[in-house]
């Protein structure tokens, strides 16, 4: 079955760190975006992409990056880990046709020491 | 700012009963809005979704109302059942502006009562 998949689930890291979040669709979904999940905020975008070499800023983007060099993933890097990274992070994807029915991995729960 | 709002942390509701969860937002720019359901240590997952061009969309036992002048949308749940105790985002969009971004209230956590 086709789906999407994030990893590690649980990440431990320490300030300063480089930490890198990876997720993988099978769906062959043009549309791949990164999220984060904090108490009093619900889920908030990080970034986006809309296909291969295309990359956009989203709502809280500040020390995240990401790139796609092909459909099935979309890993984000935290440059230098802070405490205020510390989060849930949910990675989704979104066929062309039906463009905001978004389809989310498990997460990845990330706590920046 | 937050453009999507759901002000009710929490409800509990008997089960059998109906459950009302509510949703506001400020961008009249929004035209399609979406209801994800998120069990603990899952991701959300897409319940039922409504164009602005409807008032009313229903799946079996979840309806969902937009009243756009009031800037508005709500899911009904009925009847109730245990397995749908959640958190419930509700999601908006400018679909016919081109934007694919969704854009989440901060939840409201359902309990539903045996």
């Known amino acids: 079955d086709a789906e999407i998949t994030q990893s590690p689930r649980h990440k431990i890291t320490e300030t300063g760190r480089q930490v890198t979040l990876a997720c993988h669709q099978t769906w062959n979904h043009n549309n791949m975006f990164w999220y984060r999940q904090d108490l009093g905020h619900g889920l908030r975008l990080i970034h986006y992409s809309y296909g291969v070499q295309d990359t956009n800023k989203g709502e809280v983007s500040d020390g995240y990056s990401v790139s796609r060099s092909n459909t099935e993933d979309l890993p984000l890097t935290l440059e230098s880990a802070a405490s205020s990274q510390t989060s849930v992070y949910f990675c989704?994807?979104?066929?062309?046709?039906?463009?905001?029915?978004?389809?989310f991995g498990a997460g990845t729960r990330l706590s920046v020491l | 700012d937050q453009q999507v709002k759901q002000n009710s942390p929490s409800l509990s509701v008997q089960e059998g009963r109906i459950s009302i969860l509510n949703c506001d937002y400020t961008?009249?720019?929004?035209?399609?809005f979406l209801w994800y359901k998120k069990y603990p240590a899952e991701g959300p997952t897409f319940l039922i979704s409504i164009s602005s061009i409807k008032d009313k969309n229903e799946d079996g036992r979840f309806t969902v109302f937009l009243n756009k002048s009031a800037k508005h949308l709500s899911l009904h749940i009925v009847p109730s059942q245990p397995g749908d105790s959640a958190v419930y985002f509700c999601a908006a969009s400018a679909l016919r502006a081109g934007a694919n971004n969704l854009f989440f209230g901060t939840g409201t956590r359902l309990t539903v009562i045996p």
């Open positions: 961008n009249s720019m929004f035209d399609y």
């Open positions: 989704a994807s979104s066929p062309e046709l039906a463009k905001n029915i978004q389809y």
